[in-house]
């Protein structure tokens, strides 16, 4: 790994975009919403007091049993949603995920992760042009590792048209969608399969990957944070995480601009760990420069174009 620099001292300046005011606003949404309760109508408080009282059955449950359970219709839960800023029922529960990060003690944080489909459905033109970028960097790897989640499974739905490449995943749905794809060897690691996700991981793993050596890890993040640096909701996805790392020349992030300054998750690894992040135009530029003060490339990509912003480069010089 690259020799670490010195950390800066202050913490990156707030967003000045659309997403980041959204964010902004949810910083502190477990406090709205429990002050809200009875204070707005009466469909929106019985939805805010079910929410509180069990806020795993939130995260988690169908939006019909959410309905039944808090005595409302279920376009009221999504009218709820967006009264806090969110596009929708997924989005906002991404960021109550975040919120209830800052509060549980570690060892629930694998509880209240958001579910694959939630993820799925947000930011996806960001995850398209950041996956479609990102396949087009692969020059000389003749090896790499693909990590889980929505991006990294959009991410390889774009390897059609790459060379050959001995490809290792741990995700089922990745090893699927690869399918298609002859030119490239795909290998499956030893482990435990999880079901909710579709993933393998576990100890077996772990001693699988100690044998093997790839070029390139292509490696998504629930947060990025400054002094955190990556983390994850789930610490067995945060260990097969590391330990990917350690078998890998070079780390790629793939990461939309919602998963930066968020702490308080299961820490995979320090940002100086990371040879480049791959991100959309809506990042923050002060916080971009601050981390490419630590030697960190980060590439902006334009969700409309999906090109590289050369005009961001630019405006940081």
């Known amino acids: 790994m690259r020799k670490e620099k010195q950390r800066p001292g202050g913490a990156a300046a707030p967003q000045s975009t659309e997403d980041a005011r959204v964010r902004a606003d949810t910083r502190d949404l477990l406090e709205k919403l429990r002050a809200d309760i009875g204070k707005l109508s009466k469909a929106f408080s019985r939805i805010g007091s079910y929410l509180v009282a069990d806020p795993d059955s939130f995260m988690h449950a169908p939006l019909r049993t959410i309905a039944a ?76 590792i693909i990590d889980s989640g929505s991006t990294l499974r959009t991410f390889a739905t774009q390897l059609g048209e790459t060379r050959g490449l001995s490809i290792l995943t741990a995700d089922l749905e990745i090893v699927n969608l690869l399918r298609q794809y002859k030119q490239h060897e795909v290998i499956v690691p030893a482990g435990t399969v999880r079901y909710d996700t579709m993933t393998i991981g576990g100890r077996f793993l772990e001693r699988f990957l100690s044998e093997l050596h790839f070029d390139t890890f292509f490696l998504g993040a629930d947060a990025i944070d400054l002094r955190m640096g990556l983390s994850t909701f789930n610490e067995e996805e945060a260990q097969k995480n590391a330990t990917m790392i350690r078998a890998s020349d070079r780390v790629v992030v793939l990461a939309d601009s919602s998963k930066f300054g968020t702490p308080s998750l299961h820490r995979i690894c320090d940002i100086r760990n990371v040879h480049m992040i791959i991100t959309d135009t809506d990042v923050d530029a002060t916080l971009v420069q601050q981390i490419e003060e630590l030697g960190v490339a980060v590439h902006c990509v334009e969700p409309s174009t999906g090109s590289r912003s050369i005009a961001r480069r630019k405006a940081r010089r």
């Not at 009221?76 to 975040?98: M, N, Q, T």
């Open 69 to 144: 359970g808090a005595g409302v219709s279920e376009p009221s839960i999504v009218r709820y949603c967006k009264h806090y800023g969110c596009k929708g029922v997924p989005e906002f529960r991404i960021e109550l995920a975040k919120a209830l990060a800052r509060e549980l003690p570690e060892f629930r944080l694998n509880l209240i992760a958001p579910s694959v489909s939630d993820r799925e459905q947000v930011n996806v033109n960001k995850k398209r042009s950041i996956a479609r970028y990102a396949a087009g960097l692969i020059e000389r790897e003749r090896s790499i």
